[in-house]
């Protein structure tokens, strides 16, 4: 039984065909030609793609947490998860600094 793949098939355009094309694009006044300074900055999509990467490296994991705790965090809006770990950071860091002093 023969495999079928899940991979889009490019299919490249003849000599023939893709001069035809090229010859379109350049009859066309509306289609400029990029410049060679224009293609060498052209990069490819993936490196573009999705979420900034962070300085502060984070570790997902399932935490459980009071339902009273998660109320008023989220009560505080758009970026209540943020100000959790901020909070808790600071809370880490003032102990921090009481086990060192003894």
Do not use: C
């Amino acid at each position: 039984m023969a495999k079928i793949s899940s991979k889009r098939v490019i299919l490249m355009p003849s000599v023939k065909d893709n001069a035809k094309i090229v010859a379109a694009a350049r009859a066309d006044p509306d289609a400029k030609p990029m410049t060679k300074r224009q293609l060498d900055a052209l990069v490819p999509i993936r490196t573009v793609r999705g979420r900034p990467k962070s300085e502060n490296k984070k570790l997902l994991l399932s935490v459980r947490y009071s339902v009273e705790v998660v109320e008023y965090f989220r009560s505080t809006g758009d970026g209540w998860q943020a100000r959790m770990d901020s909070v808790l950071r600071q809370y880490v860091s003032q102990h921090e600094a009481r086990s060192n002093v003894t």
